[in-house]
C-alpha cells in the first residue's frame, strides 16, 4: 500500500476570492493567481491558467458568483437579467468541455429557484459554487474507486498509459483517468504510468508529470508518437484517459490525440478507459459528430518556447480536442460505476444538473 492522496487543489476559496494554481507556468514555477471578478476568471479560463473539464466548471461557477456579486440591484428581475449576461461572458471561453456549461446552468438553476432577498440569492450561488466544487473532489475519489474494478488483474502490478492531464490540476482534486491511477497505486497495484506528452500544449509532460511527482508515483514521459511502439513492446497494460465532453451514445471528446490512441490499444487487444464524472455526459448530443471542437491559435504549433520552429509561410490547423467513437472504448468510469458505452443511457436523468 503507498500513500492515498494528491496535496494538489488547484482552484481554492479564499476570504473573498479565488485562488488558481497558474498551470501554464508548471511545472517550473509554481504561481498562486488571485481572481476577483467574473472577467479574470472568464480570462483566466481562456488562457488556460485553469484548464481541465471538471476544474473548469468549478472555475465556472466561482466565475458566476464573482458576477453575481456585483449586480447593483434589489429588483429579482433586473438581478437575473444580468447575472445572464454573466453567463454569456462565461460561455464564450471554451465551447468543447460540457462541465462549464453545465455548471452555468446549475448556478442559474439556483438563482432563479432560491426565494428571498437579493444578498440571500448572492450567498446560495456561493454556496451552489462551494458544493460544485466539494462534490466534483468525492466524485473524482469514487471514479478512482471504481477504477480498480475494471483494470486488468494481471500483472500484479500494472503499467497504464495516459493522455493530457486528467489528474488533481484538471479536476477540484485527485484526478479522474489520474484519480483511477492514484487509487491503483494507493492499492499496490501500479507499477508505472506512462504519460504521453500531449502536442502542442504538453499537458503530460509538464502537469502529468508533475503531478505524478507530487505524490511519488513512478513516471515515464513518452512523445506521442513513441505510443504504439510501447504498445507493441508489450510496456503498457491499460490505457486510461479523461474527457471533456461524453455524447449519448458513448463517443467521447478529449484532447486532441486521444482517438489516435485509442486506435492504436485496440490493435495491440490493450483496453482503453475513459474516466469522467456524469456532469461530462452531454445526453443532448446523441453522438460525438455534434460535438463543438475548439481550435486554438497556430502558435501553439508553430512556437515552442520563444523558438519558431516552422518556415514562415505555412499554413496550420489547430483543433484542441478529437472525438474517439464508442466502439474503440472498453469502459467507461464514473462516480456511479463502470460501464460500456451503450449502457450510458442508464445515467441520463442523474446526469443533469
Ligand atoms: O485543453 P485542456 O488542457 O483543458 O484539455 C484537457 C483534457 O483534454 C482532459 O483530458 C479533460 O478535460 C479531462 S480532465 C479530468
Same mark, same amino acid.
Given at each position: ?106 448556478? @442559474?438553476? +439556483?438563482?432563479? /429557484? ?11 450561488? #456561493? *454556496? !451552489? $459554487? ?20 475494471? @483494470?486488468? +488483474?494481471?500483472? /500484479? ?11 488533481? #490540476? *484538471? !479536476? $477540484? ?181
Amino acid at each position: 500500500m503507498n500513500s492515498p492522496t494528491t496535496q494538489v487543489y488547484p482552484i481554492v476559496w479564499h476570504e473573498d476570492r479565488v485562488l488558481l494554481i497558474d498551470q501554464t507556468r508548471l511545472p517550473h514555477k509554481y504561481v498562486v493567481v488571485e481572481i476577483k471578478c467574473c472577467e479574470d476568471m472568464a480570462e483566466a479560463i481562456k488562457t488556460m491558467i485553469v484548464r481541465g473539464a471538471p476544474a473548469i466548471g468549478v472555475a465556472a461557477a466561482y466565475g458566476m458568483y464573482l458576477g453575481a456579486r456585483e449586480i447593483n440591484t434589489d429588483e429579482r428581475e433586473m438581478f437575473l437579467n444580468q447575472l445572464e449576461e454573466v453567463a454569456q461572458v462565461l460561455r464564450q471561453t471554451r465551447p468543447t468541455a460540457v462541465n462549464l456549461f453545465w455548471a452555468i446552468a446549475r448556478m @442559474l438553476k +439556483t438563482a432563479h /429557484e432560491t426565494i428571498g432577498s437579493i444578498e440571500h440569492l448572492k450567498s446560495s450561488l #456561493l *454556496a !451552489t $459554487a462551494q458544493a460544485i466544487q466539494l462534490e466534483d473532489l468525492q466524485t473524482c475519489h469514487a471514479i478512482g474507486d471504481h477504477g480498480l474494478e475494471v @483494470l486488468p +488483474t494481471k500483472p /500484479e502490478q500494472l503499467c497504464i498509459m495516459t493522455y493530457c492531464n486528467a489528474g488533481a #490540476l *484538471a !479536476t $477540484a482534486g485527485y484526478g479522474t483517468a489520474l484519480g483511477v491511477v492514484r487509487s491503483a497505486w494507493r492499492e499496490g497495484r501500479l507499477a508505472r504510468v506512462y504519460a504521453c506528452e500531449t502536442r502542442p500544449r504538453l499537458q503530460g509532460a509538464k502537469l502529468t508529470a508533475w503531478e505524478c511527482l507530487q505524490d511519488r508515483i513512478p513516471v515515464t514521459v513518452i512523445t506521442d508518437n513513441m505510443a504504439a511502439h510501447c504498445m507493441n513492446r508489450g510496456l503498457i497494460d491499460a490505457v486510461v484517459v479523461g474527457a471533456d465532453r461524453i455524447a449519448g451514445n458513448g463517443d467521447t471528446a478529449n484532447k486532441i490525440g486521444t482517438y489516435s490512441l485509442a486506435l492504436v490499444a485496440k490493435a495491440h487487444n490493450i483496453p482503453f478507459f475513459v474516466a469522467a464524472p456524469l456532469s461530462t455526459i452531454d445526453f443532448d448530443l446523441p453522438t460525438g459528430s455534434q460535438i463543438p471542437i475548439e481550435e486554438r491559435h497556430p502558435s501553439e504549433i508553430y512556437q515552442v518556447g520563444e523558438t519558431m520552429i516552422c518556415p514562415p509561410g505555412v499554413e496550420f490547423y489547430n483543433p484542441a480536442f478529437d472525438v474517439t467513437p464508442a466502439n474503440l472504448i472498453s469502459g467507461i468510469i464514473t462516480e456511479r460505476g463502470v460501464v460500456v458505452p451503450d449502457q450510458l443511457q442508464q445515467f441520463q436523468f442523474q446526469a443533469s444538473a
